[in-house]
């Protein structure tokens, strides 16, 4: 796939989820939770999800987490009724006696951050190369969702800045359009991890940022934890100096043959080399990728782990 080119480095919009998310925090911190239920890369395709949401809502509890591991659009054509789908079972799930917000997690992944990006093209130094690399990458089904296409992107980039910016003003527009989609997107984490704050050293991270630490139902630093990412990391750099590894960097994933910090068991969504031969999921020494293909032929992978990464039940469709 290769790294995406230059897309320049607008200021970092500070959108937030009514009811959603209680800070801007890169990343989510989930306690000790007794469960932690993390579903793969969906790439729009919101009949699979259905009977993953059913499966969970059979066996979820309040105490639980849920984790979405990024790319949730991308590749499959139904990316509104994918995010409408999210949106309900968010619903249903905070509707349960126990739940808080913050129990639900939506980690940016590749598509996500393209998505962000194209909306950000006329910040971009060359946007017809970004644009043309952006759809070859599978942002195209989302793009046409939220009302645009390939040729008005490209005649906008010919235009210059102020048509370009017009342009992506209107995809803005669209989506702001569909109740909750913009605040969803608003709303993705990093990364997701359980055991203690970001910077201490039950996370796993040598670094401290001032993320704000688990809340009063974490219980303490016993042990390992688990760190949740959407395709990989970089293991020479510290959790807060991931940057775009979280989404691009996952050559090195399947490789790591020992804990990261203090997470034993390092979980992914996304394997960008998977291919129809590879297995749905792929278990190492201290990792977990959840990649069946969805969306490029193959499954949606669900699996539940503890919060120490004892990996407790795995089902697909």
């Known amino acids: 796939m290769g790294l995406p080119p230059r897309l320049g480095h607008p200021a970092r919009h500070a959108g ?44 979820f509890r309040p105490g639980d987490r849920l984790v979405y591991l990024g790319n949730m659009i991308g590749f499959g054509d139904e990316v509104v009724e994918t995010i409408d789908r999210l949106l309900a079972f968010r619903i249903a799930l905070l509707a349960m006696p ?25 910040f971009a130094p060359d946007p017809r190369t970004v644009l043309d690399w952006m759809l070859r990458q599978g942002v195209a089904p989302t793009l046409a969702a939220y009302g645009g296409t390939l040729e008005a992107g490209m005649a906008a980039a010919r235009g210059g800045a102020v048509m370009l910016g017009r342009w992506t003003r209107e995809l803005r527009q669209s989506m702001a359009a569909h109740p909750g989609h913009e605040a969803l997107f608003n709303a993705l984490r990093r990364a997701a991890y359980t055991g203690g704050p970001v910077g201490s050293p039950a996370s796993g991270d040598g670094t401290d940022d001032g993320t704000p630490g688990a809340d009063s139902r974490s219980a ?72 069946g293909g969805c969306g490029r032929g193959g499954h949606l992978v669900c699996a539940c782990f503890d919060s120490f990464g004892e990996m407790l039940d795995l089902f697909q469709v």
């Not at 959790?239 to 804990?259: H, N, S, V, Y």
Request: net charge neutral.
């Open 98 to 122: 126990g739940m808080i917000a913050s129990d639900i997690v939506y980690l940016r992944g590749q598509q996500e951050e393209m998505w962000q990006k194209l909306q950000q093209l006329h």
């Open 220 to 291: 303490g630093s016993r042990g390992g934890s688990l760190l949740l990412v959407s395709a990989g990391i970089d293991p020479r750099r510290p959790l807060t100096g991931q940057g775009d590894a979280f989404w691009w960097g996952g050559a090195a994933f399947a490789r790591l043959d020992q804990p990261y910090g203090a997470f034993r068991r390092l979980v992914r969504g996304y394997n960008p080399l998977w291919s129809p031969e590879d297995p749905s999921v792929d278990v190492g020494p201290v990792t977990v990728t959840l990649d």
């Open 16 to 59: 937030t989820i009514v009811a959603a998310v209680e800070d801007d925090s890169r990343f989510a911190s989930l306690g000790r939770p007794r469960r932690v239920w993390a579903i793969g890369a969906i790439h729009a395709q919101p009949d699979r999800l259905d009977v993953i949401h059913h499966a969970i809502a059979q066996r």
